[in-house]
């Protein structure tokens, strides 16, 4: 199937689950995931309108961004930070979504040359191996992070547990809507284009009932990843 055809079937997919909850279109945007998506398929989904894509590691970014230097996009970091990589991941990328620790953001917010966009990453489910602020630190971490000169706490990410079935996704996408809430009021910001990024390839019509206004898609965009 063509990325045409993907995208058609992807976007058709995000409507009806804004439908069911009786949400705007508009209210949800798609971003596509690009780790190990060349260049020249990146830039077949900017001819197909895209304008928000991601990539996990600072070096992958960097490996493809003179490539892509004349698109007019937004480029989100969608994986852990290291504190060493911080400096460049602020030159290449618009928005950090892993924002995932007091001591990270205080390296961010020395570093910044200008007020940088970030999410604050929870680890929703709680998982060991993961990374992301534990729930129950989340709101006193936003506020930190909302104190701190050069950053702009503008939304919540997360990623539930691994499932077989997307609906056993609900109830972490349900908790993160209602923590991200909370979140947003400990860092007192405003509601209007506050964020939710939740939902993949597997489970983004879930993550978009509960109240995602963010979705991160690869392999329903463009296939398997080699």
Known sequence: MSLADQL??????????????G????????LAATKTVAPERIREAHRLGLRLFGENRVQEREAKREALADLEAE?????????????RALAGFDLIETLDSLALAQRLSRLAPRPAAVMLEINI???????????????????AVAALPGLALGGVMGIPPAAAAAEASRRH??????????VRQA???????????????????VAIEEGATLVRLGQALFGSRR
């Open 75 to 87: 480029w989100h970091l969608l994986g852990p930070l290291q504190g060493n990589k911080a400096a």
């Open 173 to 182: 996408f349900a908790a993160l809507a209602e923590l991200g809430e909370r």
């Open 23 to 30: 949400r705007s279109e508009s209210a949800v945007r798609l």
């Open 8 to 21: 058609e079937r992807v976007r058709a997919a995000m409507a009806a689950a804004c439908a069911r909850r």
């Open 125 to 143: 489910g709680e998982e060991p191996q993961k990374h992301g602020v534990a729930p129950a630190a989340a709101e006193e971490v936003a506020r």
């Open 187 to 205: 860092a007192g910001a405003a509601s209007a284009g506050w964020e939710l990024s939740m939902g993949m390839s597997h489970d983004f019509e």
